[in-house]
């Protein structure tokens, strides 16, 4: 092998394997090709230079534009698919899933936008108070089928016009005018309200029907509620604000309205079920409140939440004027799940207290006020009746707890049953009066689910489970669930002694049921004497009813997150069904 004398005597790499070398051309190519790709690589990862208006390090968070959501199941959450094919009697033929249950597309709930700046300077007592208008406000909109969401200047910020806003110089109303309007443009398309009006109406009014719909073609505000309401498409905000902004009148100006051109509107008639609760009305109509807030604003905000509440409330009973109704079929077996029902009645009857008592909203002055010598009527029908002035509370016990319950047992099987019941006990006692008594279950089960479920029936009814507790805040049976359902607090519901009701002498319940109170209208499906025969069980029985309730409860095992008592009972139902014939349990 050669020996070289120093390292700069040998061969190179190249010169040891030689290789050809590319052509200026080609270097010209790959020159070229890598400049290009650089170029768009730093034009994807590039990014604008944030400006004034979406840097807020020490601000409140904003509220994203609405999307469309997507049907999913997530972890941790009830199992349910939306489809069309809902009204299928059976939810398994469509999911092949017998733990999934098969729901109606979700109604989609328009946002409805309120503006609240909560980092203004003010009394603590003022805020609170505000703060309870503001949920008194989205538990009524809430109820009514929409989306309610309050803006702040978070939202106003992020608007990109709100650079041109900074640089004019307007009075301090003009301004927070100015910033809802830009925090409603941020948001797109909708419906803009101030949180003092509020839909005090029948769910079904023409007015509150079209906004459901989510689609405002142009910017419209509404005859007698001056800057109260107001819904428009996306373009039209932005070019209002635009015209707001430009016009020469801007600093001397306290209402964006007024800058406007008449044509900018579309002015539609003066809607019969919305309340607004302005200076003006308060002043008019409900001079106790008006006198209160000038005295003590915080004391005043309150007694307006108070007047509120109680018109709402009080819609409630005028738009359900042929009283609630209690579905008590198999009452005589099942007398005790029938108590809760009892419970929210008795709470939605009761006239709530009031600043001005014998008061009506500014939108209804010929109310019916509500009385305490003449309260609503309450009926225990065994079967539902369809009517659009009649509130229906309904519960419904699960087909293992009505079977303990009509056979007396907790040891059930299912040959006994099969052979020697009914079939679909329940479906058919509650759908006898509007289906007749021939038909089968399955021809029963879909008109029920469209009393349960869609539009046209779900806003005057409410359907409860009979094994549900009310402890738990998701619970149906919660406080703070019911009033979101109904749209307005009920103070005398009280949900943590209900319980503790439920557990007192039987025969409480008796004289509660059998009470004349709740027969005194002619409608009711019952005389006052025949259902005190059906009712007067003795505390023994009531105490059994009790006692299969609890256990059918822990067979069930609904109060934890297993599901292996349903899975087992559901499992024995398959394995015994050797016939071929549908098991309703």
């Not at 430009?246 to 100006?253: I, L, Q, Y």
């Not at 009914?422 to 879909?446: E, F, I, N, Q, Y």
């Not at 489970?465 to 049976?477: N, P």
């Amino acid at each position: 092998m050669p020996r070289y004398s120093s390292r700069a005597n040998r061969p190179g790499h190249y010169s040891a394997y030689p290789r050809e070398r590319p052509s200026p051309r080609k270097i010209w190519r790959y020159t070229a090709a890598a400049g290009c790709l650089i170029f768009i690589l730093l034009f994807i990862k590039s990014s604008p230079v944030p400006t004034t208006q979406n840097i807020h390090p020490f601000g409140p968070t904003a509220h994203r534009p609405p999307s469309n959501p997507s049907n999913t199941t997530n972890p941790g959450e009830p199992r349910w698919y939306n489809h069309w094919r809902w009204l299928n009697p059976f939810s398994e033929s469509i999911t092949d899933d017998e733990n999934r249950s098969v729901l109606p597309p979700p109604r989609e709930r328009p946002p409805i936008y309120t503006f609240y700046d909560q980092d203004a300077e003010k009394d603590e007592g003022i805020k609170a108070a505000e703060n309870k208008l503001l949920l008194i406000w989205r538990r009524a909109w809430w109820a009514q089928g929409f989306k309610p969401v309050v803006l702040g200047k978070a939202e106003a910020m992020n608007n990109p016009l709100y650079e041109r806003f900074q640089v004019r110089k307007m009075e301090h109303t003009m301004g927070a005018d100015m910033m809802r309007w830009l925090a409603w443009g941020q948001m797109g398309q909708g419906i803009l309200s101030n949180w003092l009006v509020l839909p005090m109406g029948p769910y079904h009014d023409h007015l509150l029907s079209f906004l459901r719909r989510g689609e405002y073609p142009k910017l419209a505000r509404y005859e007698g509620l001056d800057s109260g309401l107001f819904s428009s498409d996306k373009a039209s905000i932005e070019a209002a604000l635009k015209e707001a902004l430009d016009s020469p009148n801007v600093a001397k100006s306290t209402s964006l309205r007024d800058l406007l051109s008449p044509e900018t509107f579309a002015v539609d008639p003066k809607p019969s079920a919305i309340a607004f609760y302005d200076s003006t009305t308060l002043a008019d109509q409900y001079k106790a409140v008006s006198t209160s807030l000038t005295d003590s604003k915080a004391t005043g905000l309150l007694l307006l939440a108070n007047l509120i509440i109680s018109h709402l409330h009080l819609t409630f009973l005028n738009t359900f004027s042929y009283g609630i109704a209690i579905l008590t079929p198999h009452r005589s077996h099942s007398l005790l799940i029938h108590y809760p029902a009892i419970t929210i009645a008795n709470a939605l009857t009761t006239c709530p207290s009031s600043p001005i008592p014998t008061s009506c909203p500014p939108n209804n002055p010929s109310c019916t006020p509500c009385s305490s010598s003449q309260p609503l009527t309450l009926s225990t029908p065994q079967s539902y009746n369809n009517t659009s002035t009649l509130f229906t509370i309904g519960t419904i016990p699960h087909p293992y707890t009505l079977a303990s319950l009509l056979s007396k047992t907790a040891s059930l099987s299912i040959p006994p049953i099969r052979r020697n019941s009914a079939r679909d006990p329940w479906l058919v006692s509650t759908t006898s009066k509007t289906l007749g008594p021939t038909l089968g279950g399955p021809d029963r089960l879909v008109p029920f689910k469209e009393r349960v479920a869609s539009e046209a029936s779900a806003s005057r009814s409410l359907w409860l489970v009979a094994e549900e507790e009310g402890q738990d805040e998701r619970s149906a049976l919660s406080k703070k669930e019911l009033e979101w359902f109904f749209g307005f607090a009920l103070p005398a519901y009280n949900v943590s002694t209900l319980s503790d009701q439920i557990k007192l002498k039987t025969s409480t319940i008796t004289a509660t049921l059998a009470s004349p109170a709740l027969y005194h209208h002619s409608s009711s499906s019952l005389s006052s004497a025949e259902e005190d025969s059906k009712t007067s069980l003795g505390d023994k029985e009531l105490e059994h009813q009790r006692t299969l309730l609890a256990h059918s409860k822990s067979v069930l095992n609904l109060d934890s997150s297993s599901k292996s008592g349903i899975g087992r009972w559901k499992g024995r139902r398959k394995t015994s069904s050797k016939d071929g014939k549908d098991d309703d349990l």
